[in-house]
């Protein structure tokens, strides 16, 4: 298997260098198919991989395949884990990063026009952005199959870096490359935690090999550490607290978020496999994939769970002011994400992946369509511009509405079953938080369905659109546009009915993840619905239900049937609406006091230590000293012999004197 | 095979001999002088390749070590070799040697000759300073290695050289007379400049801290470290590019390697005594100088700023070792600590070099170091932007680069001594990516600023060749560290050992 393994990474990153170097040679049909057929490889092998799993034939591979360094004892390998975890993993990285990739020979076809006229910096961009998703594809890879910490690191960042590259993709736009700044600023604020939690991993386990850390780990779960004078702290708390600054980082989690919603200045493709269905749920996956160490820390699970259901609530409530049609998937996006977190905060680890695997469907879905509505109307993306698009885009129309409902959590749809057993987990926590967390999340049904059909309704019903040039150019996207789409709700729809059993109730995940007895929600809940059937079946019971459809319902009314409610309501909170335009001002209390202050602090620094104090006063006052005392001392050598004479007298006498005296 | 050839040797004096031939060639046929001094600096290359191939790792004994009298009347000896800790920076002096002159090939017109034979003469000098084991040979190399920078300095140099140039001397030879000082005292006691003799040598605990502060001078300025770092900036701003270039990637290392080879060894209980002084010194480093660096106007004076904060590693990894061995808390991590410094030593070789060459790179087509007059640079130089965006997020330690493999190491190491320490440390993920992505940002991306960007033509094959090979040179050692480690382990492990061992 280890061929196959290394087959799945190594085909993305193969294709990727040949689009990023060659990208000219091989032109544009060249280096779509390299990096398609690479990206297409890995999916075909990670099916695979699934369907040996699933069969019960492949066993759980651990092995390292070049050891990176070895210092001090601790060995540091470039090596894979793949189980039931990574199993799932591989196939929604690779599933959907080969639907963006056929998308975006689409998406970038004319991108010639996003550049400015005699810039070179436009040169064989369609094949470097080619080469930008393999590679982050590969990244991702790397993460998802680590068995160790080092490499989890490595791909943690190699993600970064290539959502760098890619929301700053057109790199004369001020935007863009101000957004992709700070991206990567804020995730490695997440990565200065992630990398001292991974140093106190090596220190207390003395080994950063995924398996021999979990074996360990029961057995370090009562070692208090101090941090802060005499303090102490539960080793495992801290260790997972740290661990978690990461995933907030690249996760996008309060108070991290920020970099998230602008990371839209990149290409939709990016936003849709980068932004929506993967790199950010890597927080997620990190988390489940460490089960062992967080279930030995109820302070940090619920940490996860307050942090999950702050985001989930607050950031939905922006999406429903949103006028960009990026944004408000984006918003929705980081709701999710909180979503997936409130799951892992009740241990119910399984159900946050479950939930990240339908999300990762209905949202790279959600995020395409979006694209190719962008398509019809020229780049044009506000939604008030937008309406009635639905004649003219039958496909992206019918693919939204299935996304739509997959994501509010319609009954039988994905989401449905991936959000409902998240709800009920909450329901059945008794951790600390857990009752702020149920009410955050049931009220976000509601918030959720609002946003998704207010922005619905506005792009593709009613009158419209209401940009009236749109009209003439208005038209259904290319097949290679539409085929994605269509690749992709078929598992938003179905994808959760027919694995619910399995990784939700089944035993799945019972090697990957650790759920201790008295923490395990899902099993409680199990009690309760049986199994998907059971789910489905009492739908009409559930209060999620009723307030998804009260959420679509007003949609629809404010949005569709009396419009100028919505005016109505706006200027009657203006003020709620104004913290909500403003994103409770976030952007602007971070842009004064981290970026403002360290540059603050740098110049005082500088003026005040380096010129002043060190140069000033020490090095080139000592300068200055030297020079006055001999200029001062130059004033005796002055070339007159009867000041010599006199001087010599004087000296003589004094001399004397002195004799005399002792 | 060649264990008994005088390798070391050869790697000193062919460049010194090669750079006279080729001062006393002239100007008159400058190509002609131009390759032989490029044949030269590859030939020496070539010849240092067999330390590493026929490098024993499996000892921590110096090894192609070379010893004759030289005066005898104070039982000086011309005494060479090298261990697992000067290897490295051996191979990393001469591979750095051949891109400074392929760099400087046609930017500089101004007596090429003389440019080229003081870079040669340089190369054999820092070699020397790496393989002598006698400490007055030491110290003369390490006195000899200013002349040549002291004249590209200020022969070359910009239009402040002056100033810079009686800095830069005036610091470095401030602290080494002191070092100088500390070797003559232990040439009484030992009654011999072998230092390997001086690594055994009783020392009372005053005395070791008295020698301690005397090395402690010479190797801070050198490093530097802060508070005597302000000569850097200025002499980075003032040289020409080959002059930086030698500067970050060899000469900074001298002063860390001087405290793996003297302050370590000779003065361990003084060093044990005082390692709170140095970890403060480095984190402030780390710290403080990666905040002055977020707000220079001079690409430059920017680098030099954050090669300040990443050598604050390499002494932050050397000297946590004690508390690590203080804290009964772990087993292990000083050799990690060890390590990360090193290799951090040899990764910002790399880097430095690279990023004051992609600089040197933009000022000889437009002569201005300032940010402010560059700005969409990618729009007419698109692929330079490639290699100036990938050794930026190099210098920003990402993993993958070597940037990342030193830090990561000491990071996990400071762990061990203190949770703070490792904090501030790790900080560097944050505050290096903010200086080293906002000057890209400023500089390559965005629309074009101005008519001068407008024009700019985009690297030719020299510069492409130059900065491909170090960029391959960051990637492979940083997505395969392990030979780097390999040959420093036993040397360094031996190293943890000796100074584990009182000398009261």
Redesign the interface.
């Known amino acids: 298997m280890e061929q196959i393994y290394l087959s799945i990474v190594l085909a993305p990153l193969i294709g990727a260098i040949f689009a990023g170097f060659f990208g000219g040679r091989i032109g544009r049909v060249g280096a779509h198919w390299v990096t398609s057929s690479g990206v297409g490889i890995s999916a075909v092998l990670s099916l695979y991989v699934l369907w040996q799993f699933v069969s019960g034939e492949a066993e759980v591979f651990n092995d390292s395949v070049y050891t990176w360094m070895v210092s001090d004892g601790l060995r540091m390998e470039v090596g894979f884990l793949v189980d039931q975890l990574t199993a799932v993993m591989l196939v929604v990285v690779t599933f959907v990063s080969f639907c963006v990739h056929i998308y975006t020979i689409g998406y970038m076809a004319d991108d010639e026009h996003n550049w400015p006229d005699e810039s070179l910096a436009g040169r064989n961009s369609y094949q470097r952005f080619f080469s930008y998703i393999s590679l982050f594809t590969f990244s991702m890879l790397m993460l998802v199959m680590s068995n160790n910490f080092m490499q989890l690191f490595f791909g943690w960042e190699a993600v970064g870096l290539v959502s760098y590259l890619l929301i700053g993709f057109w790199s004369v736009r001020d935007t863009a490359i101000f957004a992709n700044l700070k991206a990567f600023l804020v995730n490695r604020v997440g990565d200065f935690g992630f990398i001292l939690g991974i140093a106190a991993v090596a220190m207390y386990f003395d080994t950063i090999d995924y398996a021999e850390v979990f074996a360990k780990a029961p057995e370090l779960a009562n070692v208090q550490i101090n941090v802060w004078g005499d303090e102490s702290w539960s080793l495992m708390t801290v260790i997972c607290v740290f661990l978690f600054i990461g995933a907030m980082g690249k996760s996008a989690q309060v108070p991290l978020h920020v970099w998230l919603p602008d990371s839209m200045e990149g290409p939709t493709p990016i936003s849709a496999l980068i932004h929506a269905a993967t790199m950010v749920t890597a927080g997620v996956f990190m988390v489940a994939r460490m089960s062992p160490l967080y279930e030995f820390s109820e302070t940090a699970l619920t940490f996860v769970l307050v942090i999950g259901a702050t985001t989930a609530f607050f950031t939905g409530l922006i999406g429903i002011v949103q006028n960009d049609i990026k944004r408000v998937v984006a918003y929705s996006t980081l709701s999710q994400l909180g979503y997936m977190m409130v799951a892992l905060g009740v241990s119910a680890y399984a159900a946050g992946i479950f939930h990240l695997m339908t999300h990762a469907f209905f949202k790279a879905l959600l995020f395409l369509a979006a694209g190719s509505v962008i398509i019809g109307m020229h780049h044009d993306q506000d939604i008030r511009n937008m309406g009635g698009i639905k004649k003219y885009m039958p496909i992206t129309w019918i693919t939204s509405l299935l996304g739509s409902l997959a994501l509010i959590g319609f009954p039988g749809f994905s989401g449905y079953f991936s959000k409902d057993a998240i709800i009920d987990a909450v329901h059945h926590s008794t951790i600390a938080g857990s009752g702020y967390a149920y009410v955050a999340v049931l009220v976000g049904v509601f918030i959720t369905a609002l946003y998704s059909f207010r922005m619905f309704f506005l792009v593709f019903h009613g009158e419209g659109p209401r940009d009236e040039h749109a009209k003439d150019h208005l038209h259904e996207s290319p097949k290679v546009v539409t085929w994605p789409l269509i690749a992709l709700a078929i598992p938003s729809v179905f994808v959760g009915y027919f694995t619910v059993d399995a990784m939700l109730f089944g035993d799945w995940f019972k090697g990957a993840i650790y759920v201790l007895p008295e923490h395990n929600t899902i099993a409680a809940l199990e009690k309760v619905v049986h199994d998907g059937n059971g789910m489905l079946g009492h739908f009409y019971a559930s209060a999620p239900f009723y307030l998804a459809m009260a959420g679509l319902f007003v949609a629809w009314f404010i949005y569709m049937k009396k419009p100028p409610i919505a005016h109505d309501i706006k200027t009657r909170f203006n003020i709620v609406h104004t913290i909500l335009d403003k994103k409770y001002y976030f952007d602007e209390t971070y842009q004064a006091l981290f970026a403002g202050g360290s540059r603050g602090i740098g110049k005082l620094l500088w003026d005040a230590g380096d010129r002043g104090l060190i140069d000033g006063l020490i090095i080139n006052g000592s300068a200055k000293t030297v020079g006055r005392v001999a200029g001062w001392v130059r004033n005796v050598q002055t070339g007159y012999l009867f000041h010599y004479a006199v001087a010599m007298i004087l000296g003589l006498l004094l001399l004397l004197t002195w004799f005399v005296i002792v | 095979m060649f264990a008994d050839w005088p390798i070391l040797s050869l790697i000193i004096w062919l460049p010194i001999i090669g750079g006279i031939l080729v001062l006393a060639s002239g100007d008159n046929a400058a190509n002609a002088t131009r390759w032989t001094a490029l044949v030269i600096a590859i030939l020496t290359f070539v010849v240092s390749l067999p330390l590493y191939s026929s490098f024993d790792p499996t000892t921590s004994d110096m090894q192609f070590v070379e010893r004759a009298s030289w005066i005898p009347l104070f039982n000086i000896e011309y005494y060479l070799g090298v261990d697992g800790i000067s290897m490295p920076l051996i191979i990393l002096t001469t591979f750095i040697t051949v891109f400074v002159i392929i760099a400087g090939w046609e930017v500089i017109q101004y007596k090429p000759s003389h440019y080229m034979a003081a870079f040669l003469i340089m190369e054999g000098v820092m070699v020397g300073v790496f393989c002598a084991l006698d400490a007055m040979l030491f110290y003369v190399f390490w006195e000899a290695m200013l002349i040549p920078m002291f004249l590209i300095i200020g022969v070359w140099g910009g239009p402040n050289r002056v100033y810079a140039t009686i ?1 830069f001397f005036l ?1 470095t030879f401030f602290g080494s007379v002191f070092m100088l000082v500390a070797l003559i005292y232990m040439y009484f006691q030992s009654g011999s400049f072998d230092i390997l003799a001086f690594h055994d040598l009783k020392l009372g605990l005053n005395e070791q801290i008295l020698i301690f502060i005397a090395f402690l001078l010479a190797f801070a300025v050198k490093v530097p470290m802060w ?1 005597v770092h ?1 000569w850097l900036p200025d002499a980075h701003v003032e040289a020409p590019t080959g002059g930086s270039v030698i500067l970050a990637a060899i000469m900074l290392k001298i002063g860390g390697y001087g405290f793996l080879r003297f302050s370590l060894p000779i003065t361990p209980n003084a060093s044990n005594e005082l390692d709170w002084l140095i970890i403060l010194m480095s984190l402030i480093a780390v710290v ?1 100088i990666g ?6 106007q001079d690409m430059k004076k920017l680098i030099a700023y954050s090669s300040i904060a990443h050598m604050g590693f390499v002494t932050l990894g050397f000297f946590i070792a004690f508390m690590i061995m203080n804290n009964s808390e ?7 600590g060890l ?2 410094g090193m290799v951090q030593m040899v990764s910002h070789g790399f880097i430095s070099a690279a990023m004051f060459l992609c600089v040197g790179v933009l000022y000889d087509r437009m002569h201005s170091r300032q940010i402010n007059d560059y700005g ?1 640079v ?5 692929l330079f ?1 490639a290699f100036m ?1 990938f050794f930026a ?1 190099a210098n920003a330690g ?3 680069t070597s940037g ?2 030193g830090e ?2 000491v ?6 001594a203190d ?1 703070w320490f ?2 501030l440390a ?2 560097t ?3 290096s ?2 200086y080293t ?2 000057m890209v ?1 400023r500089v ?5 600023a101005n008519n001068n960007v407008a024009t700019l033509e ?1 690297i030719n094959n020299r510069e492409f060749f130059v900065l491909g090979s170090l960029a391959l040179a960051v990637l492979v050692l940083g ?4 030979p780097l ?2 040959v420093m ?1 036993v040397s360094i492990e031996n190293l943890l050992k000796h100074i584990a061992v009182s000398k009261l």
């Open positions: 800095k610091y508070p302000t403080y905040f002055v660096t977020l707000v220079q772990t087993q292990g991590g000083a050799i990690l390590e990360g969409g990618i729009n007419t130089m698109p932007g965006v997020m990402l993993p993958g990342f493999v990561f190491m990071i996990l190491a400071s762990f061990r949770v490792a904090v790790a900080t993920l944050i505050i990516a903010a992505l906002w940002k390559v991306f965005g629309k074009v985009d997505l395969w560290p392990a480690v390999e382990d």
